[in-house]
């Protein structure tokens, strides 16, 4: 404990998120917060724009992200074992339950993980979706570039071709799975939001407002318009940059853009997309084909 808050005074970025979540969660405390003990809740595939919606949400007066790192699980030869869809009640145990919290995790639907939600006083979620053509261009550039990753080293001697239709065979069906899960969830389920990446780029200021609205958060109009327009990306290039928000201290990133597939995928690898069990019912339920 004592090593973890050294870490934060020594780095000015590390202490200057912990003090504006302090700092927020004694507003609250102290009834100075314009709201009290709410929980945003994102769910969203890697590469979905989670990270950017959670930036956005956080730069809300009186909300705090909030953080929880799993434990990290290898495999008899070493490589990471994917372990994101799954949470536990250890996600929730260490932050106050007075707060303005916003969550983002790659949680998947299971009945269990929705009753660990509820449990915990996590009454709504948002579920963020994105084509998935653009999910695998953006996934392509992230593993590349990610030396964690577990499909880093076995990823640096494909080309982009080579590279993309791994991942259609590797990554694709365990994400059409995940899609279809909180899509059947729901479709009759007033406690689920489902937000697209392309609406949240098209018309952020409105789906941000529709987000604020279902959690009963109230923002005056400017701040609102104010607080998407400063997370805002100006250009799909952007995205192998810093994203903008409060707290710009990290950013997982990268190429990709609002319908990039389109320049980067070629015939051969939109066929093997398509003929990815569950693929083409996803997509048409998403509104995408």
Request: some cysteine; charged content about 25%.
């Amino acid at each position: 404990m004592l090593k973890k808050i050294i870490r934060v005074l020594i780095d000015p970025r590390k202490l200057k998120a912990a003090s504006i979540l302090y700092l927020n969660d004694l507003k609250t405390l102290l009834f100075l917060s314009p709201s009290r003990s709410k929980i945003i809740f994102i769910a969203g595939l890697p590469k979905s724009g989670s990270t950017w919606l959670f930036k956005m949400i956080e730069s809300v007066p009186g909300f705090t992200r909030r953080y929880y790192t799993g434990p990290v699980l290898l495999d008899d030869d070493g490589h990471f074992l994917n372990n994101w869809d799954d949470i536990s009640h250890a996600t929730f145990k260490s932050h106050p339950h007075f707060g303005c919290s916003v969550y983002k995790e790659h949680t998947q639907y299971t009945k269990q993980n929705w009753n660990i939600l509820l449990s915990n006083d996590v009454k709504k979620s948002v579920v963020l979706i994105r084509d998935l053509r653009d999910v695998l261009v953006s996934l392509y550039y992230h593993h590349i570039n990610d030396k964690n990753h577990q499909f880093y080293l076995k990823m640096q001697n494909m080309s982009f071709n080579e590279g993309v239709e791994f991942l259609i065979q590797e990554v694709l069906p365990e994400y059409v799975q995940w899609l279809d899960g909180w899509l059947e969830f729901s479709k009759n389920n007033k406690q689920v939001l489902t937000v697209k990446y392309e609406d949240l780029w098209d018309n952020g200021d409105e789906v941000l407002a529709e987000i604020l609205r279902f959690y009963n958060v109230r923002i005056p109009k400017k701040k609102l318009f104010s607080t998407y327009k400063n997370s805002r990306l100006k250009k799909p290039q952007d995205l192998s940059k810093s994203l903008n928000g409060v707290l710009s201290d990290f950013s997982t990133a990268r190429k990709g853009g609002h319908g990039g597939w389109k320049e980067k995928l070629n015939d051969r690898q939109i066929d093997m997309f398509f003929k990815t069990s569950g693929v083409a019912s996803v997509m048409k339920r998403c509104g995408y084909v």
